[in-house]
């Protein structure tokens, strides 16, 4: 049989009066056992015990149910007099330090959710904890051989409980963000099942780092910490209150920290997790004041304290998005991803949730004004509305500074091109920048003949970028009149309908006949649809349903506005005839040379056309009506 410490009967026999007292005046034990029911959820067990073992300076800790009994390990400090003294009263707390809960003293009491008896091995104890007297502790005479370790086991009472047990247990193992706020537990094995934080190194900013669990590093998380405040007069005095200390207890409690993780959900953590969870892009661990239930916490439009710290969670997140992006010593990519910090809540949800989202962004609203940060491509830093943002399948068009000065009309650099999506919508939503829309795009094209881009790929990706909305079921333009059609021997862009599509050069086997017809006709660019013939074959022998998508979409487009085959040559021969001879003075070798070019493409003859007589005279084409011989 294990010997009782020193301190164990005269701590018993305290908790032993106190019920004696509670038994005998129901009034005074109502409040007790009220608030022992709030504690009284499966949900909390796990927590609550991981809690209590980080405060142990547990580093690695157990939990499993195995025959209906759920047994939790850790291998942190064993019971000092105080601590175990703590353990067997209620709705006071011995602690100070505000990193962890500690409010009230009701955490271990959460293990009745589960059963009638708890019981609680340590190399110096070995005692049980009963419902009826839930603080009252009775030494067990048998002995369990805990290596060292502490040790909680609870029978389960029923298998609905025990279906609770085993859904917290699975929370955990799919949402272990928690442990992230531990000062010592990294790793809890729960079931057969390893949960474990690693470090992949230096955040992007001071005190800040990247974690991972140890099965998934390609899903990193980034944790940052804040330095350590002093708590307001009006927090510290609500805490007083909420902990019960009277005017001459110590109530002088040290600075405290707080901390953020972008990647996980937007859940308010006091190392355990609360229920709210807001819209926020990070979740925020600090000492938020709980509800009796602690299932969520105490409003704050009447907590001062959690005000104070939601505010400092939306000055951190500022802080850190500023620090991140301002480090020219990195990549474009790695510092535009710091707007991920960027809030964007629904400042008119009045739910718990809502106050505390807007509360964060408010404070970080405050942080941003007047501040460079907007991330250029050119990696520089604008204020406000100085940048402007141009679609990434836009900037693989022409060179960003061209683009700019091309849409913009004020020329504004673009926005980091490696901004996300998402990011970009709550830039547009809050103001700070505004957009090139792919519409806007389309109503330029419309009205300005932009530079034809380097490479047939660039424009190629313009085609593929703009072809749902000029081909689509609704269209939204008149695709005759969108000038991306590249010409022969045009430096600029075209509309459709102005632009005419013949036949192979060969068929006229000379360059001066070419420069003829392109004095008088804007003509498609062979090299064009030659180069997307061999696009769509290098697509279909790689098989990249990418680029055959957008190959398919050029030819889409090709087709909507009439391009997709050569122009009728009578048409086209009447529309240069025209040209031709509407000048004052016709040149006779040059009436001579269109002649010889419509025979070569056997085109006929229109009411355009004029004949030049021997005379000198030139008389309109409708007195040859049977065609044209070679």
């Known amino acids: 049989m294990k010997a009782q410490p020193a301190f164990f009967e005269h701590i018993r026999q305290r908790a032993a009066r106190r019920w004696d007292q509670l038994e005998e005046d129901p009034e005074l034990a109502g409040p007790w056992h009220l608030l022992f029911k709030q504690v009284q959820s499966p949900r909390h067990v796990l927590s609550e015990l991981l809690q209590n073992a980080d405060d142990a300076g547990a580093t690695e800790a157990s939990v499993c149910i195995k025959d209906q009994v759920l047994i939790f390990e850790h291998d942190g400090e064993d019971f000092t007099e105080e601590h175990f003294a703590s353990l067997c009263r209620f709705a006071y707390s011995n602690k100070r330090s505000l990193h962890t809960i500690g409010f009230r003293g009701v955490g271990f009491k959460s293990t009745f959710s589960l059963g009638d008896e708890v019981r609680l091995f340590t ?196 802080s850190s998005m500023f620090l991140w992006l301002r480090d020219a010593g990195i990549s474009l990519a790695d510092r535009a991803s710091a707007y991920g910090l960027f809030p964007d809540v629904d400042r008119d949800n009045s739910s718990l949730e809502g106050v505390c989202g807007k509360l964060v962004e408010e404070a970080f609203a405050d942080s941003i004004g007047g501040n460079d940060l907007l991330l250029t491509e050119d990696g520089h830093l604008t204020p406000q509305k100085q940048s402007i943002i141009i679609p990434a399948a836009v900037l693989a068009v022409w060179p960003p500074e061209q683009a700019a000065a091309l849409l913009d009309e004020n020329g504004r650099p673009p926005l980091c091109q490696y901004v996300e999506a998402t990011d970009r919508k709550k830039l547009l939503r809050w103001g700070v920048v505004d957009e090139i829309t792919k519409q806007k795009l389309l109503d330029i094209l419309q009205q300005k003949h932009l530079p034809k881009p380097a490479t047939w790929r660039q424009l190629l990706s313009l085609w593929a970028y703009v072809a749902p909305e000029i081909t689509g079921y609704r269209c939204y333009v008149s695709a005759g009149d969108v000038r991306i059609v590249p010409v022969q021997g045009r430096d600029v862009l075209y509309a459709a309908k102005e632009v005419v599509r013949l036949g192979e050069k060969k068929l006229l086997q000379s360059e001066n006949d070419w420069e003829f017809l392109s004095r008088y006709l804007i003509v498609l660019n062979q090299n064009w649809p030659r180069f997307l013939a061999e696009q769509r074959r290098d697509a279909a022998e790689q098989g990249e349903s990418t680029a055959k998508e957008g190959v398919e979409g050029a030819y889409a487009i090709l087709a909507e506005v009439g391009l997709d085959s050569t122009s009728d040559v009578n048409k086209v021969i009447d529309q240069v005839a025209a040209e031709f001879f509407s000048q004052e003075s016709s040149d006779l070798r040059g009436s001579v040379q269109l002649a010889q070019i419509a025979a070569k493409l056997g085109a006929s003859a229109g009411d355009a056309f004029r004949y030049a007589l021997r005379d000198g005279c030139f008389k309109y084409g409708y007195l040859l009506r049977q065609g044209w011989h070679a």
């Open 123 to 318: 190399p110096s104890l070995s005692i049980g904890f009963h419902r009826g007297r839930f603080t009252e502790p009775k030494w067990l005479p048998m002995m369990e051989d805990t290596r060292g370790r502490t040790r909680v086991r609870v029978e389960i009472s029923d298998h609905y409980r025990k279906q609770e047990a085993d859904n917290n247990l699975e929370e955990w193992v799919k949402s272990p963000v928690s442990l992230l706020f531990f000062k010592n537990i990294r790793r809890v094995r729960i079931g057969t099942r390893d949960v474990h934080w690693g470090s992949l190194g230096p955040g992007p900013i001071p005190e800040s780092e990247w974690m991972a669990l140890y099965d998934n590093e390609d899903e990193p998380f980034l944790l940052i910490r804040s330095g350590e405040e002093a708590f307001p007069a009006e927090a510290l005095a609500e805490i007083r209150q909420e902990r019960m200390l009277g005017t001459q207890e110590d109530g002088d409690f040290p600075p405290c920290a707080i901390e953020i993780v972008m990647g996980a959900t937007g859940r308010l953590y006091v190392v355990l997790p609360t229920g709210v969870e807001t819209k926020l892009p990070f979740a925020c661990n600090a000492p938020f004041i709980q509800d009796p239930a602690r299932l969520k916490i105490k409003d704050p439009e009447t907590s001062p304290t959690n005000r104070w710290l939601l505010d400092r969670a939306g000055k951190l997140a500022a």
